[in-house]
C-alpha cells in the first residue's frame, strides 16, 4: 500500500474514531453543564431575592436613623427658646432701661454651667454695649469667660473687659483690653432679632471670636413704648451635632450629615465646619469642598429632585441615598443626608450566595472528576489506535523515500542532480518536517553546497545555497567530527548560532538535525532536516530513518555514484545562506542605541549650575592645584549606629566591627581597580580615576557599591542587628585637589559629594539610593526602582532610583 491510498484509508478510520471521540466526552460533559446550569440558576433567583428583602430592609433602618437624627437636633435646639424667654423674664421689670450686668454675669454662668450645648449667652444693647459670657479653652486651661463692651458717654472708644473663671468658678483673670471693633448692632443675630417680633434663628455663619462656625438664637426686648433696648441671644456651635453624627454607625462605610439649600455643612462627622483661607478670612465649608464624589452626587441628586430616596451608581458601585427635611425644627431648609453603599446590606447575601455555590461546586467537582475518568478511559483507546495510524503512516511515507532512493540510485552524478528532488520530498514527508535537505561537501575549498531542498510549507525545491568555513567556522568543525549533530534551537548553539542567524531563522526555522555522509571514511556531505518549531528533543525514530538515508547515500556514492555538483546552476534567492554568496533582501538592522548612552540634558544643567556658582570664585576655577571635573562617579557610605561599629565582630574576640569593615571594602575596592577610597568618621567615600570615561567609570563604581551591600549585609546579619548603613551615587561635577603639606593627599569636594552624601542620608536602611544621572548613565545594564524626587538648586526637581542589582 503506498503512501497516499494508507492516507486514504486512515483518514476514513480517523474520522470514525473522532465520532465516538464526540459521543464520549459529549455526553459525560453535556450532562455537567446541565448540572452547572441549574446550579447557577438557584443561585441567581436566591441572590435576587435576598437582595430584594435586604433593600427592602435597609429602608426601614435608614428611615429609623433619620428620625434619630432628627430628634437629637430637636432635642438640640428645642430647649434655646425657652431658655431665652426666661432669661428675660428674669432681667426684665417695669424699671429697666439698659441692661442690668450684675444680674447678667451669675444668669450667664448658671446657663453655661446646665446647658451644654450652648458656647455663650451674650446681650447687645441699642447704645452698642455688649456682655457675653462663652466657654473658653486655652491650651490646658478652660473655664468661662465673660467680656463686656461699655460705651461710657464722652469717650470715643468703646472700652473692653475680659474676666476668666476657672471650673470651680474662681477668678484667673480681670483685665482691660483695647477694643476689637466688635459692634453688636453690626452682626446678623442683633439685626435679626430688631426686626423681628419674637424668636429668630440666623443662619450658620463664623462667630467672631473663635471662628467656629455656629447658629445664634436671638430675641429682642422693648420697653413700654416699643422701643428696642436689647438682644439677648445665644450661640450654638454646630461641632456637638457633628460629634453625634461621628457616633452613628451607618453600615460599614455609611456616612450621615446635615446640610443646607445653598449647600453649606450644618453638621459632618468628619470634616471641618470652617475653614481659614489664605486672606485669614474664615469661610464655611460646602458639599463641594468635601472633595467626596459619593456625596456630591447624592447632592446634586437632592437638588434636582428634592427629598425622598434614590438609588444611584458611582465608579461601578451602587449607593442608596436619602435626605429628610429639617425645616419643621426652627424654619431653616436644613436636611439630613444619608449615603451608604448599597453593598453595605446586601454583602452578606452575597457571602451566602458565594457558600452555596462553593458546596455545590464541590459536588459538582465530583461529579465532573467520575465523568472525566470515564472520557479518560475512551479516549485512551482512541489515543492508541491514533497513534498506531500515525505510525503507520509514517513507515508507508518511509518506505516510499527509500523506494524514491532505491529507482534514482544510478542518477547521482553531476548531470542528473534534479533527480533528488523526489528524495528529499519524500524524506521531508516521512519525518514530518519543514525542510529536508541534501549538502555536498566540496573538497579542497572549504564550501557545503545545497543539491536540493524541499520546503513543505511551500512546496517548492531550492538548490545552490553555498555555506563557507569562513563563516561557520562551528559547523564545520561538527562535520569534520563525522559525528550526527543536532540542535533544537541552534540560536542558543555556540557553534551552529551563525548558521541559525544567516541561513534557519531567515526561512523560519530553529531546529536542525545533521547527518553525514561518510564515503571512505571522509565526510562527503550530510542530510538535513529543519523545522520550524523548538522542539524538546528530536525523536530517535526520525534520527534513525535520516541516518538509514545518510548510509544509503553513502553507498551508492562508494559504489561509483557520486554526488557531484555543478556551479553553473542558477540560485534560487529563496535560499540565500551566506552573506558573501547570496544577497539578502532583508534591511539591515538600524544600530540600537547603547544602554548606556547618556541624555546630555541633566548632566549639562548641572554642569552648567555648577559652574555659575564658581563664576565669582576665579581663584578656584583656575587656581594652581585646584581642577574642576565636569562628571565623575562618586559612592558614599554612611553608617547609622556609630556604637555598632565598636563591636566586637562574632565569633573573634580579637576583632571589631570596624575593622572588618575597613579591610573587606579596601579589598573590594583594590579587586575593582578604585584608588579613591577615604574613611570620614561614621562615613565611607569612593570615587573612581577622573580620567576615566564617566559611563565606565559608573559600572565599575556602581558594581563596588552592590559588593559593599553584600559585606554590610553579610555582616549585620551576623551580628544579629539592624540594617545600620545607607548608600548613596551620584554622577556630576566636582573639585579635586592634592591638600596638605607634610602628607600630601588628593581630597575630592563639590557637587557630586554632596548629592552621593545626601543620597545616603535619606535613602532607605540597608538599600543604594542613586540620583538620576547615575540611571541615565547605567539603564538597561542594571536593575532600578524609582523612589522618589530631589531638587537641586539651579538645576530643578530629578528623580531618585534604588538599584537592585545588575541585569
Known sequence: MTAATHDVVAFEEARAIRRRRRTRVGLPIAVILIMLAALIGIAVYEYKTMRADALALSKGVIVNLQNRIESQVSAYLSPIPRIINISLDLLTDSKLAGVRYDLL????????????QLSSLIIGSARGEFFMVRRFHDGETSGLETKIIKRPEGVNEPQVRLIRRGPQGETLSDTQVPWDSYDPRARPWYQGAAAAQGMFWTDVYPFFTDKAAGITGSQPYRDASGELVAVLGVDVKLESMSRFLRDLVIGKTGIALIVDDDGRVIAHPRAKLATEDADGKVQLTRVADLGDPVVSRAFDRYRVEGHGRRDFELSGRRYISSVSSLDHLLERHWSVLVVVPEDDFIAFVVENIGKTLGMGLGVLALAALLAGLLIRQGLRADRDALRILERQAQLDAQSEAFGELAERSTSLDA???????????????ASRVRRASLWHLMPGDGQLFCVDCFDQETEGHTSGAILRRAEHPGLFEQLDSRAPFGSIDASHDEQLVSLHHSYLSPLGCHALLSLPIIVHGEVTGAVWLEDRAKRTEWPKQVESFAHAIANLLAMRAASGHTVAVTTTRSQPAADTAGDSTVSQTRPAPAPAQAPGDIDPGLGARRAAAFMTRLAGHADIVGGAGAEVIDRLAIMSLRFTDATALAETLSGDSNDTVISY???????????RGLGYLKFLTDQVVAA?????DSVQGAQRLADFALAVQGICERLFVGQHGAMAFRIGMDIGPVIGSIVGTQRRAFNLWGEAAQQASSMADTSLAGAIQVTESVYQALNGRYLFQLRGHHYLEGVGEFSTYLLSGRL
Open 661 to 671: 569593615l575597613i579591610r573587606e571594602l579596601e579589598g573590594a575596592a583594590a579587586e
Open 415 to 429: 548531470a542528473q542532480t534534479d533527480a533528488m528532488a523526489p528524495v528529499t520530498e519524500a524524506v521531508a514527508r
Open 688 to 692: 573612581v580615576d577622573p580620567n576615566e
Open 105 to 116: 454675669q451669675p444668669l450667664g454662668i448658671g446657663v453655661l454651667n446646665n446647658v451644654p
